[in-house]
């Protein structure tokens, strides 16, 4: 893997070693739509310690016009998607998939353990 810090932009300003920071961090994004994907993948590619993906939609016909997935994908949830594309991206991001509306999932699921 390439070193983080060279492909981190100057505006960060991350004292210390802003890859250890990163890996450290547990981020959590609810939908995992033509928006929240694109998000999922920039983080995967900061090499995010942990990513809690929340999400209970498939990938419908139209989703490769909006999102970066291919026709073969649809009909998968939108969660394992996301989370076979962050560990090619990042094998060693943990990732927490629930195919489950926000209100359903378990509040420890967004705590860091």
């Given amino acids: ?3 983080l810090r060279a492909r981190l932009p100057a505006f960060v300003r991350a004292e210390g070693d ?3 920071a990163f ?3 547990h981020v959590a994004v609810v939908g995992a739509g033509s928006i929240g994907l694109h998000a999922i993948l920039h983080l ?3 090499a995010i310690g942990c990513l809690t993906l929340v ?3 498939r990938l419908k016909a139209q989703s490769p016009c909006t999102h970066p997935v291919f026709p073969d994908d649809v009909g998968q949830l939108k969660v394992d998607w996301a989370a ?3 560990h090619r991206l990042s094998p060693r991001t ?3 998939s629930h195919a489950q509306s926000l209100q ?3 509040p420890a699921a967004f705590l860091s353990t």
């Fill in 94 to 96: 943990e990732v927490r």
């Fill in 18 to 20: 802003p890859a250890a």
């Fill in 104 to 106: 359903d999932v378990d």
């Fill in 84 to 86: 076979w594309a962050v």
């Fill in 55 to 57: 999400d209970p939609a």
């Fill in 44 to 46: 995967a590619r900061l």
């Fill in 1 to 3: 893997m390439t070193d």
């Fill in 23 to 25: 890996a450290a961090a």
